[in-house]
């Protein structure tokens, strides 16, 4: 079965970090791009980062850009998302996705949230004092 589970979501003060993991299961994450959304309440789900499968090109929305870190580690089959300096504007469940029918999708149109084939459940992310 073609999983991605994401975690290391949970309760943090403004100005501090967490990192999330997305781990691919049944499939290897290699030959996708993978994206990170997230969906505050009441709001449309957003991208936030990107990352390629090949040339490690990285895409940041303007929000998040500076504070946030994706990476991948392709042995264990995982892609992080760094985050640092957080917001209370933060606050939302995220999603990581994988995709590899568009060349360069990263570069292209990370944000179509169409293109991405699988998605993992969500892991909540709440930024309060």
């Known amino acids: 079965q073609l999983q991605l589970v994401e975690s290391g979501g949970g309760l943090v003060q403004p100005g501090g970090s967490l990192r999330l993991s997305c781990k691919a299961s049944?499939?290897?994450?290699?030959?996708?791009?993978i994206g990170w959304f997230r969906q505050a309440s009441g709001k449309e789900r957003e991208g936030v980062s990107c990352i390629s499968s090949s040339d490690g090109y990285t895409y940041y929305a303007d929000s998040v850009k500076g504070r946030f870190t994706i990476s991948r580690d392709n042995a264990k089959n995982t892609v992080y998302l760094q985050m640092n300096s957080l917001k209370p504007e933060d606050t939302a469940d995220y999603y990581c996705?994988?995709?590899?029918?568009?060349?360069?999708?990263?570069?292209?149109?990370?944000?179509?949230?169409?293109?991405?084939?699988?998605w993992g459940q969500g892991t909540q992310v709440t930024v309060s004092s």
């Open positions: 049944g499939f290897t994450l290699d030959y996708y791009a």
């Open positions: 996705a994988a995709q590899r029918r568009v060349i360069r999708l990263c570069a292209l149109s990370p944000n179509t949230l169409d293109l991405y084939d699988y």
